[in-house]
């Protein structure tokens, strides 16, 4: 059998695919005001930003949005690339890491001349406004409160019969949990804790109760050795009695929520942040609820903080920044907006907003609304914006906790060598 | 011997190579059979888990879900915006098609020129051509990105379409050109004898001889541009424009809410075209060429 | 008038020879040139300007959202001096090379030879031992290969019959990059495919001929498959360990961009991403990129000199 292309047949072939290609060689060309947006998240949220879109659209039909989402890894690859080559979007999603970045590089515009004017934050949380300040200037409107928080599987407790942890627990009362949880030996060896030697924020919201910081105002780093030697001490502590995960199963958790230990029925409790317990409760089979990080005594404070979940941020180069200012303003002010929008991004900073949709939130959005609304003691002041290159800190603090909890190295070592590998990071140039 | 004892030394013979032969089906069967569950395992579990409710798919230890349930391939298929997945299926088919043409033509005229004809500077340009495919694309994306913004084709097809027309994909033409030295010069030597140009030796020689190769081209070229996600990711923005691999990855958001049954599900799916593709192009891979031009 | 006409003959004739020289040059290298356009047009119009636009900027700080700045030979410096990262993006790229490429390319051919002989159920066969491949680069795959390899996964569960425990692989420094080898000879399907279609170009009446001469199947495969293979064997030889070299996407997914745990799963791109794109150091990020090009370029430099000896073309 030989193969043969009948000539007609492939030519018609061709122009038909041709002709239907031709569709997506048009570029397309803009009538009105057409914003262009890019968040990242994925359809959950993609469905609930277009709905409020189309209100928008509904409210001003001048005006058109088109927006690209993208899942979080790929999203800052293809912003970059955008802004590089001169192509961002009006209206970007920013994250509190890189806003640093992206606002010192005029890649984002600062927005203090539309407030009062095309952007109104009358009855905005004050230390939300603050937490979008970049040098003094805004760069960012928050989309959403929300606070660092322990996942906690509340059935595993049960099982293992020891109280779920709440706003007043300790790392005492961790390692008495670990004890309880080996005792029982439920779930094939589930621990109680996941390990969080390698957690920033974590180690943030430790050493806040010790009245230290992660970075100064100055962008230098706000402690040294002798904390980073206790606290690798206190979680290989933890280690060696069995309390949290060991290292082989922490070294699983990757990043992404279903790679955490809750998700994947390695220990009873994560640390994550307040606004994902949705996304946790579906991928976890049993009922999840959350606390707060473990306080260091009794009645240790100031460790959370109230911090932006994301922004809103408008692109520097943007020839609609007036137009788009419009826009944020809409999406965290109105009413109709609001309870399609819900609290997916964040806990809505504007107070009225916030007693709008209170109402008609799930039981579990309900827990997390009361959760950031009444940290109580457990909040202090906001910290200064991270300095450049503090992600790579971040990234070094996970390889040093994994050489600590595999045994390559001593807590004595590894404590001043963090340190002086993380001023090195700082301290570089470009 | 009589006629006979040598008779029946032969039939033994033959029967002991039947046997021989049987066993050795029978081995290789159940090698085989035991390398393809290994192969299909991880696509019988992504199978599994398609069917699966979202809380049951990363704790559960069987293949077998508990409850058949093809929620995850109607809600993957909507996409829960306003185009659903027909659309991406378009999109990617549109792409790979033009870029097997673009490929199989630019590469197979590029590839004649470096294994057959004899021409300046043949050494460097087959160099350079190697070299392209040495460095990585993280350096050249931003640069290229501003270039075909310049020309104003982002958000179309144009990046990814038209490099395949221009012979971009060094792979296929070393590819091409190690298949093309393997065929014997004197055909070509006897063309030319006859009054053959050039293109004539490429197009009635060359193209038709290397049927095995062009087809792998065309399949490989197809898969690849199909599983592309990172161009589509960079040079398409309007959602109407994804491709199925570039809107696969907006099922998940490692920071919150994922939908994996859909992500599972519109995986399966997106795996059907290119299998089939593969499928109905491999008979030509088996038909290929037992005996050569030689006979012909 | 003679001399004049000889000399204006010996001018009109040098005019002659230039000429042709040039047209002679014309004549015998048009065809190579013109069948050369697409490429040639594709090369300049859209590859070299990016190709050397990014070896600029590997001297340069460049933060993507600036414009570069120019720092001289400083990224170069840092890469060979003061970057142990940079070390163990080397360790962990060639120790991955070393092992996935021969590995990989042993598997494709021991399949595709099986294959080739007939078999019932040829087609089936082949299709499944290239599906893996066709799963790309899907999120899928990080998934999969966790459940498969954590410390209570199936291939622990598996060893567990025959009684061996086994480590959490894919999460121990001293494993994890294993199962990123075991990953990439996983999905062997392409270089599979392109060995079967080299075998299937062998002309079938030179094993008739052998076997009429009274040639074993042994002998047949060394005498006549393996030399008529050598340029597939080379070609799948150079593409795999370039790809290699160049692995990105497996590490990506699995270790989500980490390359943990403790850098084992460090690729070198996956660095170099790292850099341009997590820490907005573009530069360097090129800087990199330039060097691995030419780790790249002399490996293969050195294999097509040693080709000589022993890949053997039908010319």
Redo the contacts between chains.
């Keep these: 059998?030989?193969?043969r292309i009948d000539r007609r047949r492939f030519l018609m072939g061709?122009s038909a695919?041709?002709a239907?290609?031709a569709a997506?060689?048009?570029?397309?060309f803009a009538d009105d005001t057409n914003l262009?947006q890019i968040f990242?998240?994925?359809?959950?949220?993609?469905?609930r930003t277009?709905q409020a879109n189309d209100l928008y659209t509904k409210a001003n039909p001048a005006t058109k949005i088109?927006g690209?989402?993208?899942?979080?890894?790929?999203y800052?690859?293809?912003l970059?690339?955008?802004?590089?080559?001169?192509?961002a979007?009006d209206i970007i999603q920013m994250d509190y890491r890189y806003i640093v970045?992206?606002a010192n590089?005029?890649?984002i515009a600062p927005l203090d001349s539309f407030v009062g004017k095309e952007l109104d934050l009358h009855d905005f949380d004050q230390d939300q406004i603050e937490g979008g300040k970049v040098g003094g200037k805004l760069f960012g409107i928050s989309l959403g409160a929300n606070s660092v928080a322990s996942i906690v599987n509340t059935k595993a407790f049960e099982e293992a019969g020891f109280p779920v942890p709440d706003n007043n627990s300790t790392y005492d009362d961790l390692m008495a949990a670990g004890e309880a949880f080996k005792k029982a030996n439920i779930r094939?060896g589930m621990k109680a804790f996941q390990d969080g030697s390698g957690v920033e924020p974590l180690l943030e919201n430790w050493l806040r109760q010790r009245g230290k910081a992660l970075y100064t105002a100055d962008g230098k780093l706000a402690f040294d050795g002798d904390d980073m030697v206790a606290w690798f001490k206190l979680w290989k502590g933890l280690r060696d009695a069995g309390a949290v995960v060991g290292?082989?199963?922490?070294?699983?958790d990757?990043?992404?929520?279903?790679?955490t230990m809750v998700?994947?029925?390695k220990a009873a409790v994560t640390f994550a942040n307040s606004?994902?317990l949705?996304?946790f409760q579906?991928?976890?089979?049993d009922p999840v609820t959350i606390a707060s990080f473990p306080r260091i005594a009794k009645g240790s404070k100031g460790g959370h903080y109230r911090k932006p979940s994301m922004f809103w941020s408008i692109a520097g180069a943007s020839k609609l920044q007036s137009d788009s200012a419009k826009y944020l303003s809409f999406f965290v002010n109105d009413k109709t907006a609001a309870p399609v929008i819900g609290i997916?991004r964040g806990i809505p900073c504007s107070a009225s907003v916030r007693d709008l949709i209170a109402p008609g939130l799930s039981p579990q959005d309900q827990i997390s609304l009361h959760f950031v609304s009444n940290l109580g003691d457990l909040i202090g002041p906001i910290p200064p914006s991270p300095p450049a290159?503090a992600?790579?800190v971040d990234?070094q603090l996970?390889?040093a906790s994994?050489?600590v909890a595999?045994g390559?190295k001593s807590p004595e070592d590894a404590g001043p060598e963090f340190v002086k590998t993380a001023s090195d990071i700082l301290s570089r140039?470009? | 011997m009589t006629s006979e004892t040598a008779g029946t030394i032969r039939a033994n013979e033959r029967a002991k190579k039947l046997v021989r032969r049987r066993i050795f089906s029978v081995v290789a069967h159940i090698v085989l059979i035991a390398a393809s569950i290994c192969m299909l395992y991880p696509l019988l579990w992504m199978l599994s888990a398609s069917f699966r409710p979202q809380d049951e798919i990363f704790n559960s230890n069987s293949l077998i879900p508990s409850s058949v349930n093809i929620a995850a391939y109607v809600r993957g298929w909507a996409s829960g915006l306003q185009i659903t997945f027909a659309t991406f299926f378009a999109n990617s088919f549109i792409i790979s098609i033009l870029s097997v043409i673009g490929n199989l033509a630019a590469c197979s005229l590029t590839a004649f020129a470096f294994a057959r004809l004899k021409f300046w500077g043949r050494g460097f340009w087959f160099a350079l051509m190697l070299g392209t495919l040495m460095l990585p694309y993280q350096v050249t994306l931003i640069p290229q990105y501003v270039l075909f913004r310049n020309l104003g084709w982002v958000n179309t097809f144009l990046p990814l379409v038209v490099p395949k027309f221009l012979a971009a994909d060094s792979f296929f033409i070393f590819l091409m050109v190690q298949f093309f030295r393997g065929i014997p010069r004197e055909l070509d030597e006897a063309a030319m004898i006859d009054g053959c140009s050039t293109f004539g030796i490429y197009w009635r020689i060359m193209l038709p001889l290397s049927l095995p190769v062009l087809v792998t081209a065309g399949i490989f070229t197809f898969i690849f541009t199909w599983d592309d996600f990172f161009a589509p990711l960079i040079y398409l923005n309007d959602m109407k424009n994804y491709t199925v691999t570039l809107a696969l990855r907006s099922f998940v958001d490692s920071s919150g809410e994922s939908d994996w049954g859909g992500l599972f599900a519109m995986s399966i799916l997106s795996l059907i075209p290119i299998f089939l593709f593969f499928l109905f192009f491999q008979r030509l891979l088996i038909e290929g060429i037992a005996t050569t031009g030689i006979k012909r | 008038m003679t001399v004049r006409s000889i000399d204006g003959g010996v001018a009109a004739a040098q005019g002659a020879a230039r000429a042709s020289a040039w047209s002679k040059f014309w004549h015998r290298n048009a065809a190579g040139y013109g069948f050369l356009t697409p490429w040639l047009i594709g090369f300049f119009g859209l590859t070299i300007g990016p190709a050397l636009i990014s070896l600029y900027l590997s001297f340069t700080d460049f933060n993507l959202l600036q414009a570069p700045t120019w720092v001289g030979d400083a990224n170069y410096l840092r890469i060979f001096t003061a970057d142990p990262k940079f070390l163990q993006a080397m360790r962990v790229t060639f120790f991955y090379v070393l092992f996935s490429v021969p590995l990989k390319l042993a598997f494709a051919l021991a399949v595709a030879m099986l294959l080739n002989r007939g078999l019932k159920g040829l087609p089936l066969y082949r299709a499944v031992f290239y599906l893996p491949s066709l799963l790309g680069a899907s999120v899928a795959i990080a998934v999969l290969w966790r459940q498969l390899f954590q410390g209570d996964g199936l291939i622990n569960r598996l060893l567990a019959t025959v009684g061996i425990e086994g480590p959490s692989w894919i999460s121990n420094p001293r494993y994890a990059l294993w199962t990123l080898v075991l990953l990439s000879i996983w999905q062997f399907g392409s270089p599979m495919i392109i060995f079967l279609a080299g075998l299937r170009q062998i002309p079938g009446d030179m094993y008739e001929a052998a076997a009429i001469d009274g040639a074993s199947k042994p002998r047949q495969f060394w005498s006549i498959t393996l030399p008529l293979l050598t340029p597939v064997v080379f070609f799948n030889a150079i593409i795999q360990t370039i790809d290699a070299f160049k692995s990105f996407t497996p590490a990506f997914i699995i270790s989500s961009g980490t390359g943990n745990p403790i850098n084992s799963t460090l690729f070198y791109t996956l660095y170099l991403y790292q850099e341009a794109f997590g820490f907005f150091r573009m530069g360097y990020a090129a800087a990199l990129a330039w060097i691995l090009l030419i780790i790249i370029a002399v490996f293969t430099g050195v294999s097509f000199l040693s080709s000589r000896y022993w890949v053997h073309y039908d010319e």
Excluded: C, H
């Excluded at chain 1, 579906?282 to 089979?285: G, R, S």
């Design positions: 059998m030989s193969f061709s695919v041709l239907a290609g997506g060689f048009r570029p397309a262009r990242w998240g994925s359809k959950a949220r993609a469905d277009f088109s690209e989402f993208y899942a979080w890894n790929d800052w690859p293809k970059a690339t955008m802004t590089g080559g001169g192509n979007p970045e992206y590089r005029q890649a094939g290292p082989d199963d922490q070294a699983l990757t990043g992404p929520l279903e790679s998700a994947l029925g606004n994902q949705i996304a579906a991928i976890v089979k997916e290159n992600g790579e990234t996970i390889t994994q050489e595999f390559q140039k470009g």
